[in-house]
């Protein structure tokens, strides 16, 4: 059976390179960019891939547009910060080859962070949507970020043994960007409630805890402390740009100022 890998991407200049060199074993390989201004494009194009340009309304129509370019039966699935790992390679041809139990599998990811491998705080392994799945099985909910997905086929969702490379942050400053951008596109998903800072400051709180110590963070040392401190930033901003949007402060205003009448001339 052919396959066709598709990854999604804006502004990768620095990743879209690794993370195609990596699927160059698939029979068809799809770059859906959202109009990059950097040489994503140009980069991908020169390693082979097809580019495609989807207009970005969210993760999930994203991800269901670019399923729609993928002309073969079986689709993988990779972001532009996930690399594939030769035993991955291994076992979806072997999955490939033979007859395939299940329609969509879930694939574990290994991650790596501030110089090592994660092995607690959530991140291993973790999961996200199926990434291998024959097409027309799947559909994802056309959320604007962490967007579900819907099977379309009776069988279950298998799983893969082993697990893709995935480099989430490779500074500081994308730690932040990310924070800042997620938390901008999850306040969609809180429009029809009501927020307080109370409630941001409680939310974030919480995803710190649960990252920290009941994912066993702390095992991690300082990746896992910053990892847990990430997820307390976003969650914390995502409600806190909630709570500004449903309270529109206004600007202060004054009038324009001009020297007064009885002000010494120069």
């Known amino acids: 059976m052919n396959l066709s890998a598709y990854i999604i991407a804006y502004n ?6 690794d993370a195609i060199s990596s699927v160059l074993w698939a029979d068809e390989i799809i770059v859906a960019d959202s109009a990059s201004t950097d040489e994503t494009a140009q980069i ?18 994203l991800r269901n547009q670019a399923i729609k370019a993928c002309t073969h039966e079986w689709i993988f699935s990779l972001d532009t910060d996930e690399q594939c790992t030769p035993e ?3 076992e979806i041809l072997t999955i490939l080859t033979g007859t395939p ?20 705080s959530g991140w291993y392994p973790n999961f996200r949507q199926p990434q291998l799945f024959r097409k027309g099985s799947m559909r994802y909910v056309e959320s604007p970020v962490h967007e579900g997905y ?14 893709i490379w995935q480099i989430p942050f490779r500074d500081f400053e994308e730690v932040v960007k990310k924070a800042n951008r997620y938390s901008s596109l999850g306040v969609l998903k809180l429009a029809d409630q009501r927020v307080s800072m109370r409630t941001a ?12 110590v009941a994912k066993r963070g702390f095992l991690d040392g300082w990746p896992g402390f ?24 206004p600007l202060p205003k004054q009038a324009p100022i001009r020297r007064p009448d009885n002000a010494p001339s120069k």
């Open 12 to 17: 990768e200049a620095k990743k879209i390179s």
């Open 101 to 120: 139990a299940h329609d969509a599998y879930l694939v574990p990811r290994r991650n790596y962070f501030m110089g090592r491998w994660i092995k607690h």
């Open 201 to 212: 400051l409680f939310r974030g709180f919480w995803a710190f805890l649960k990252h920290y």
């Open 44 to 61: 991908a194009t020169d390693l082979g891939a097809r580019v495609i340009q989807i207009p970005f309304h969210g993760f999930g129509h």
């Open 150 to 163: 819907e099977l379309l086929t009776y069988k279950p969702v298998g799983h893969l043994e082993h697990a």
């Open 88 to 90: 991955v390679r291994d």
């Open 226 to 249: 910053v990892i847990a401190f990430g997820n307390f930033e976003g969650t914390f901003y995502r409600y806190a740009k909630r709570f500004e949007q449903q309270e529109m402060w």
